[in-house]
């Protein structure tokens, strides 16, 4: 093995440097941040509850619930995986977090895939047909769709395909207490994950089209595709192993930067079709003011984007060798 490749460049010091930076800022956001919600925990639970404290027991409770780790002790506990428990659920917040993880990576990572391949292969064939009908009719539509907020579209497919024809559930990710063979479990994950993830989906699938078609435009102008057509080679060939491929890396750079995006969007299609994930389970820590959950669902999506950024700095220089990483 070379020496040099695993040496430190200054490049490489200085981006391990910024990205730990930024790590421990977010670290001391989350810690911070929460804490300056109105209200509290003990207002939110007996505010409308039929319960009535004493002013003593009153300035106990808050006093128990209100009084914050110092920001040492909070980093021990992160190291050790202890985000402590839930003032509402009585829980371990790591268990209510690893119950709600699963369930936002699958609705995720599945909307990210679909709507990138999606968008990428109608903007290859969309840009090879420029000034077509088909290309004027993809760019009108896509255009009108990027318009429209997910949150407006989850709307209108909660109510024409949940509670107007019933086609889909309104809430939930499967049908409690159901005990079924594994494929039924799997196709009623599928039907109670089909009205979020086509949310996402429509979402995010326009941005992606007018992307790669507009880096398609500018590769299919460029000399070596006038001499791949000169020798005689398949159009689809033309068109993916070479066109295709040079418009990657634009797209590569938006699957990274709208994955970070798509965490926080997805929280808010999350709340809207009742989805158990990590938005749901923000929103109600939100509501109960439950501190806990709050700044480890914010920590933990913090870092996600952070980690994406850095997958794609070092992806980077695989798509494309004439980046230079080491000068």
Same mark, same amino acid.
């Given at each position: &093995?070379?020496?040099? *490749?695993? /040496?430190?460049?200054?490049?490489?010091?200085?981006?391990?440097?910024?990205?730990?930076?930024?790590?421990?800022?977010?670290?001391?956001? *989350?810690?911070?941040?929460?804490?300056?919600?109105?209200?509290?925990?003990?207002?939110?639970?007996?505010?409308? *509850?039929?319960?009535?404290?004493?002013?003593?027991?009153?300035?106990?409770?808050?006093?128990?619930?209100?009084?914050?780790?110092?920001?040492?002790?909070?980093?021990?506990?992160?190291?050790?995986?202890?985000?402590?428990?839930?003032?509402?659920?009585?829980?371990?917040?790591?268990?209510?977090?690893?119950?709600?993880?699963?369930?936002?990576?699958?609705?995720?990572?599945?909307? /990210?895939?679909?709507?990138?391949?999606?968008?990428?292969?109608?903007?290859?064939?969309?840009?090879?047909?420029?000034?077509?009908?088909?290309?004027?009719?993809?760019?009108?539509?896509?255009?009108?769709? $990027?318009?429209?907020? $997910?949150? #407006?579209?989850?709307?209108?497919?909660? !109510?024409?395909?949940?509670?107007?024809?019933?086609?889909?559930?309104?809430?939930?990710? $499967?049908?409690?207490?159901?005990?079924?063979?594994?494929?039924?479990?799997?196709?009623? !994950?599928?039907?109670?994950?089909?009205?979020?993830?086509?949310?996402? !989906?429509?979402?995010?699938?326009?941005?992606?089209?007018?992307?790669?078609?507009?880096?398609?435009? &500018?590769?299919?102008?460029?000399?070596?595709?006038?001499?791949?057509?000169?020798?005689?080679?398949?159009?689809?060939?033309?068109?993916?192993? /070479?066109?295709?491929?040079?418009?990657?890396?634009?797209?590569?750079?938006?699957?990274?930067?709208?994955?970070?995006?798509?965490?926080?969007?997805?929280?808010?299609?999350?709340?809207? /079709?009742?989805?158990?994930?990590?938005?749901?389970?923000?929103?109600?820590?939100?509501?109960?003011?439950?501190?806990?959950?709050?700044?480890?669902?914010?920590?933990? *999506? #913090?870092?996600?984007?952070?980690?994406?950024?850095?997958?794609? $700095?070092?992806?980077?220089?695989?798509?494309?060798? =004439?980046?230079?990483?080491? =000068?």
């Amino acid at each position: &093995m070379n020496a040099n *490749s695993i /040496h430190f460049t200054p490049r490489r010091l200085g981006l391990i440097i910024t990205f730990s930076l930024a790590a421990l800022a977010m670290i001391y956001l *989350s810690y911070s941040l929460p804490r300056l919600l109105p209200g509290d925990f003990v207002t939110a639970m007996y505010a409308s *509850s039929p319960v009535t404290l004493s002013a003593e027991q009153e300035a106990e409770l808050r006093a128990f619930y209100t009084q914050p780790p110092d920001f040492y002790n909070y980093l021990v506990k992160l190291v050790k995986f202890d985000w402590g428990y839930s003032y509402a659920f009585l829980t371990p917040v790591s268990a209510l977090f690893l119950e709600a993880l699963p369930w936002t990576l699958l609705l995720l990572g599945t909307a /990210h895939i679909i709507s990138i391949s999606i968008g990428f292969i109608a903007g290859v064939e969309a840009s090879w047909r420029q000034d077509s009908r088909i290309e004027k009719g993809f760019v009108g539509g896509m255009t009108l769709l $990027e318009g429209i907020p $997910e949150i #407006s579209t989850g709307v209108i497919l909660l !109510v024409i395909f949940a509670l107007n024809l019933q086609w889909f559930p309104a809430a939930g990710a $499967e049908t409690a207490y159901a005990k079924v063979s594994f494929w039924a479990w799997v196709a009623d !994950v599928c039907h109670h994950l089909a009205l979020p993830l086509a949310t996402l !989906v429509l979402a995010y699938i326009p941005g992606n089209f007018l992307l790669a078609r507009n880096s398609m435009i &500018m590769v299919i102008k460029a000399p070596f595709i006038t001499t791949a057509r000169a020798k005689g080679l398949p159009s689809r060939r033309i068109r993916y192993a /070479h066109a295709a491929r040079n418009a990657l890396l634009p797209l590569v750079t938006r699957f990274g930067l709208r994955l970070a995006f798509m965490i926080t969007g997805v929280l808010v299609v999350e709340r809207i /079709h009742s989805y158990p994930g990590l938005g749901t389970l923000l929103f109600n820590a939100i509501q109960a003011r439950d501190l806990p959950v709050i700044q480890a669902v914010v920590l933990i *999506s #913090s870092l996600m984007v952070l980690a994406i950024i850095l997958a794609l $700095e070092l992806v980077y220089r695989i798509i494309d060798p =004439r980046i230079e990483y080491e =000068r």
